[in-house]
């Protein structure tokens, strides 16, 4: 997608960080595709140090991006709605870039990412920069590479960013915690799967969507919907519902209202990335004690088994379990008190 | 199709009724007295006997397989429900026809193998395109370069045909043009030719593929929006129903969706499930049934498992037969009989010890017409690595010579009927395709089916099975993954010299600098607005744009305007 | 699997793969079969679809930061076009993804793919372990280039 813009023999490398990351965070600033490519790469690679380098030098940038969430079922068209959002947001000046979440399997840690083929032509036509990230099952990775995703193409200066996700699962609502605004894509003739989804992600989501517009049953599904959301009491946000079919560009402008309009919502009462906020605290916070308190404590109760103290005896011939359990007791209750 | 919901979930429910085999004490008794002892003293193994359709097989089959009513499903040759073939003597009558598939480089390349195949006896002439024909590119477009006739003929304008043809009378052969996307155009091209030549559209005969479904499902060329392509093809059909008596407009095409990796019932039913959606779109159309149906034709692959083979044939014919009479209310014999080409699998080719290849033919070959097929292209054993070359086209052709005059198996009308297995396995492939149909028909239609990718993604799902099955050894492909040898020799290929490109854009340079480009602008207009307007019939306006010598590609993008082009279903 | 994550500060995520057709050409059994492969060997696969361009399949690989293009043409025309793709990277100086080829590709031909930086150049018919194990090797040169020091 960048193609024209890529001056020729462009350095791509980051692994001699030493001296290309700030090229890297650079060309990420200047909206250099292959830059956030990159960057996006180094903080999916479950490598915490290299993970805090880029993403603290990367900094928080001057537009202030609004992640919408699109989930749905599958098979209901969130690839091609997704394709003509984004280029749809393009067309009025309102940047965008766009993350697809897959599942990996749990076995073999592979996975198809096979979200890119219906959007890729509209994103490509509209210079918007697509990534898929595969959900590799571990807890906490999908949404540690999703934050900082975010994080790149926010700094890229993108306004607006959408993630697709598979619309099953926990890791996927870890992902809605991230989104400012859950957009929930459905279609008409659903029945079996509108009721599996009511149970969870129907509460949390902001907008609804009903999708292939020009199908059978188009009008009562969308009915159905304002029905339910007609009873809501949804903290002020009165929750719309939106129809779009797939040939008809028109169409999308009302979906792109809706999520203006919904991000005004968030601005006006100070909400906006609050979530998100809350989220990159909580991964960084989890890093920070992994990486610093886990090898400084380590370290601690290493030296005070080897000075002896606080265990009054030599232990050499204990399991080391034993050992291990009574050093992080003794150091907890002391210090606690 | 309404007034029919369900037709499918009851023919379902009828079919594994009546194939819930009643208890044979006689076999039970054989069983335990015969067959046990016998396995225990050789030390037989238990091993898993399913063919490609994942039917399990059983060590043997009796009357109790079959039920009671068996006759009422088989009928006698040349009738209802036509399991036993469409015409009453079969080959004693006259054999089938020998067709073999051609076409590669240019034009007169093309022309001379034509002209070859037709001196050695071929009755019936078979045209392959290239890759930028067949997805409607002309051979200067960036996108065709290096592809131009690596896989068939190039075609580019109406001069390109002409080229192809010359010197050939097309009142005395049958031309088949494996074409789906742009067949409308090269129909067109191919009257063109005809009137040319002084003769009425009445006199000429042959069959355009022109499965658009199976194009979405399987083989992947298309153009524009199913819906699009369903609409000129629907013209077309209109077109040729009243005008060219003796043009088969569709010929609904298995071959691809086997090629693709599907099993024999899969192939079957997703098949006739595109036939189906052809029949109603004619009906809708406002043609008479009985009128247009004898027109539609099929296409089946005969793979390498013998018996499946014949089955799957043998179950086509009565599915279409009682779909035609029962659900689509045809009346005349005509209508509901299914006639079919078929050509050998290139899947079970090798390319390694490549001349054993001319012995999977021959069995397949001879599947096909067990199978009762009503034309037959084998395959030649080069094909595995490239366009066949002369010498190997020869064999495939003497390998169908060799079933039609030695072997005797033409000697007698459908000789395996009445096989316990054989009427078994018929049932039992009957039966699975029933269930496809039920299960489409629940989707909404294999329209809907196709685009939502479910037919795809089942395929795709059988053909990984299969390759992990070959992969580890429990489907044997001798020579590739059973028998092999160390070393392998490659064999003598066909080749297209890069001046097949440059010759085609010489020529096509050539047609643009001396056409009317006015007249040309003309034509494209016309064809657009009959585009615009569904209630328009687009034939005419074709073959007046074909004639003006507008390109494939103009014509073609004309279509992309108007109607958009087509991003497939994510199915991996 | 999880336990991995503190033990090593560096876990890489899988070798990343982007199967494509860069051609007028839709056979892709096989590229659906080996999709399906790739992922069982636990890598993450990407499909480029039908139809793309040799440019649009490198936008999205440098977009996707994958490791390997394995690249699959079953139309005669893998000398034209998967070459557009090897130069077309060349010039964007492109030489951490690694180029992986297959089809029907005739033995004389491998020598002038295997120049041009493309290997494996497999034919129908083998094995899926031996792709397999290629193309991991090329993703691991290729990731090996990403992350080194030159």
Redesign the interface.
């Known amino acids: 997608m960048s193609g024209k813009e890529l001056p020729k023999q462009e350095k791509r490398r980051w692994g001699r960080i030493e001296t290309n990351i700030a090229d890297l965070v650079s060309g990420v600033k200047e909206n250099k595709f292959s830059s956030i490519a990159r960057a996006i790469s180094m903080v999916e690679d479950e490598d915490p140090l290299l993970r805090k380098d880029i993403l603290r030098k990367i900094g928080t940038s001057a537009t202030k991006a609004h992640v919408i969430g699109i989930t749905g079922p599958p098979?209901i068209g969130k690839?091609?709605l997704i394709g003509n959002l984004s280029s749809g947001m393009m067309a009025r000046g309102i940047t965008n870039g766009v993350l697809a979440i897959d599942a990996s399997s749990p076995f073999t840690g592979g996975s198809?990412l096979?979200?890119r083929?219906?959007m890729q032509?509209k994103l490509r036509e509209s210079h918007v920069f697509m990534r898929s990230l595969a959900n590799r099952g571990e807890k906490g990775g999908l949404s540690r590479s999703a934050i900082g995703a975010v994080r790149i193409l926010e700094s890229a200066g993108n306004q607006e960013i959408i993630i697709e996700t598979v619309g099953a699962g926990q890791a996927d609502l870890d992902i809605m915690n991230l989104a400012d605004t859950i957009v929930l894509v459905l279609a008409p003739?659903l029945g079996d799967e509108i009721q599996a989804i009511k149970a969870g992600i129907m509460e949390i989501s902001h907008i609804f969507v009903i999708n292939k517009m020009d199908r059978e049953g188009a009008y009562f599904a969308m009915k159905d919907i304002e029905d339910i959301v007609s009873m809501d009491d949804h903290s002020g946000w009165k929750r719309p519902v939106v129809g779009t079919t797939s040939?008809d560009n028109d169409s999308y402008n009302g979906l792109i209202d809706a999520i203006l309009s919904h991000r005004k919502y968030l601005e006006m009462s100070n909400s906006l990335s609050v979530k998100r906020r809350y989220m990159e605290l909580e991964t960084a916070l989890e890093d920070e004690i992994n990486e610093t308190i886990t090898s400084k404590l380590k370290k601690k109760l290493l030296e005070e088994y080897v000075s002896g103290k606080g265990m009054g005896h030599d232990r050499l011939d204990d399991d080391p379990f034993s050992i291990a359990e009574d050093l992080l007791k003794n150091f907890l209750e002391y210090s606690i008190e | 199709m309404e007034d029919h919901k369900g037709f499918w979930h009851s023919k379902l429910r009828e079919a594994s009724e009546r194939n819930s085999s009643s208890k044979d004490e006689s076999l039970e008794k054989w069983r335990k007295n015969t067959l046990e002892p016998w396995e225990e003293k050789t030390g037989y193994k238990p091993r898993e006997f399913i063919n490609s359709s994942g039917i399990e097989i059983k060590d043997v089959y009796t009357k109790s397989d079959l039920p009671e009513d068996q006759e009422k499903f088989l009928g006698l040759p040349g009738e209802y429900p036509f399991t036993r073939g469409v015409y009453p003597n079969m080959y004693r009558g006259k054999e089938w026809t020998m067709r073999m598939f051609s076409g590669f480089g240019t034009p007169e390349d093309t022309n001379a193998r034509l002209k070859y195949l037709i001196s050695h006896g071929e009755t019936g002439l078979s045209i392959a395109f290239?890759?930028?024909t067949?997805?409607a590119?002309d051979c200067d477009n960036k996108?065709?370069?290096?592809?131009i006739g690596?896989?068939g003929v190039n075609v580019s304008s109406l001069k390109d045909m002409e080229v192809i043809f010359d010197g050939i009378d097309l009142s005395k052969v049958t031309t088949s043009m494996t074409i789906n996307a742009p067949a409308a155009v090269l129909t067109a091209m191919y009257f063109s030719i005809a009137r040319k030549q002084g003769l009425s559209l009445d006199k000429i005969g042959g069959t355009v593929q022109a499965d658009i479904l199976k194009?979405y499902i399987a083989?992947?060329?298309w153009i524009y929006p199913p819906e699009a392509h369903i609409r000129i093809i629907r013209d077309m059909m209109i077109y040729c129903t009243e005008n060219v008596p003796r043009w088969n407009y569709i010929s609904i095409s298995g071959y691809h969706i086997r090629?693709?990796?599907s099993s024999a019932v899969q192939e079957l039913a997703f098949t006739l499930a595109d036939g189906f959606y052809y029949v109603e779109m004619g009906k809708k159309a406002g043609l008479d049934v009985d009128q247009f149906a004898p027109r539609l034709s099929f296409f089946f692959n005969s793979s390498i498992n013998f018996f499946e083979e014949i089955a799957k044939m043998r179950a086509a014919r009565r599915i279409w037969a009682t779909a035609l009479k029962e659900k689509y209310g045809a009346k005349s014999k005509r209508a509901m009989m299914l006639r079919f080409h078929t050509q050998t699998s290139g899947y079970t080719l090798?390319?390694?010890q490549p001349h054993i290849n001319i012995v999977r033919t021959a069995f397949e070959g001879l599947a096909a017409v067990l199978g009762g097929t009503q034309s037959l292209h084998t395959n030649s054993y080069d094909e595995?690595?490239?366009l066949p070359s002369e010498e190997a086209v020869k064999v495939a052709l003497r390998t169908q010579q060799i079933i039609a005059e030695e072997t005797g198996v033409t000697d007698t009308v459908d000789p395996l009927a009445g096989s316990y297995y054989v009427e078994w396995l018929t049932n039992r492939i009957e039966e699975e395709a029933y269930r496809y149909f039920d299960k489409i028909e629940s989707m909404?239609g294999i329209l809907e089916a196709v685009k939502?990718?479910y037919i795809q993604r089942e395929i795709?799902t059988t053909?990984?099975r299969r390759?992990?099955r070959i992969?580890e050894g429990k489907e044997v492909?001798v020579g590739?993954?059973k028998y092999v040898e160390s070393e392998e020799k490659?064999i003598n290929?066909l080749?297209?010299p890069g001046e097949a490109q440059e010759r085609q854009i010489k020529r096509l340079n050539e047609v643009k600098a001396t056409r009317d480009g006015k007249r040309v602008a003309e034509t494209l207009e016309r064809l657009r607005k009959a585009m615009e307007d569904p209630d328009k019939n687009i034939m005419p306006f074709l073959i007046d744009a074909v004639e003006s010598y507008a390109t494939l590609e103009e014509i073609s993008n004309v279509g992309r305007e108007v109607y958009?082009g087509w991003?497939?279903?994510?199915?991996? | 699997m999880a336990a991995g994550k503190n033990q090593s500060s560096s876990k890489q995520r899988p070798p990343k793969i982007l199967l494509a057709k860069p051609?007028?050409?839709?056979?892709?059994?096989g590229v659906?079969?080996l999709?399906?492969?790739f992922r069982d060997a636990g890598m993450e696969?990407l499909?480029a679809?039908?139809?793309p361009?040799p440019e649009e399949v490198i936008d999205t690989a440098v977009n996707e930061d994958v490791d390997v293009i394995a690249m699959s043409l079953l139309?005669?025309?893998h000398?034209?076009?998967f070459k557009?793709v090897a130069d077309l990277m060349k010039e964007r100086g492109i030489d951490d993804i690694a180029l992986v080829g297959g089809g029907?590709i005739?033995?004389?031909d491998k020598p002038a793919l295997e120049a041009l930086g493309i290997t494996g150049n497999y034919?129908?018919?083998t094995?899926?372990?031996t792709i397999i194990e290629h193309v991991r090797k090329r993703a691991a040169e290729a990731r090996e280039k990403k992350m080194g020091q030159d």
């Open positions: 098979g690839s091609t198809l096979g979200n083929i219906r032509d003739g040939n | 290239d890759m930028p067949l997805y590119y996108r065709a370069d290096g592809e690596k896989c194009e083989q992947k060329e090629e693709a990796g090798t390319w390694q595995a690595m490239a909404g939502s990718g795709a053909s990984y390759q992990k992969e492909m590739a993954n490659p290929i080749r297209i958009g991003k497939e279903p994510i199915i991996i | 051609g007028i050409d839709g056979h892709d059994r659906l079969v999709a399906r492969a696969v499909y679809g039908l139809l361009t139309n005669g025309a000398l034209t076009v557009r029907t005739p033995e004389e034919g129908p018919g094995p899926l372990s």
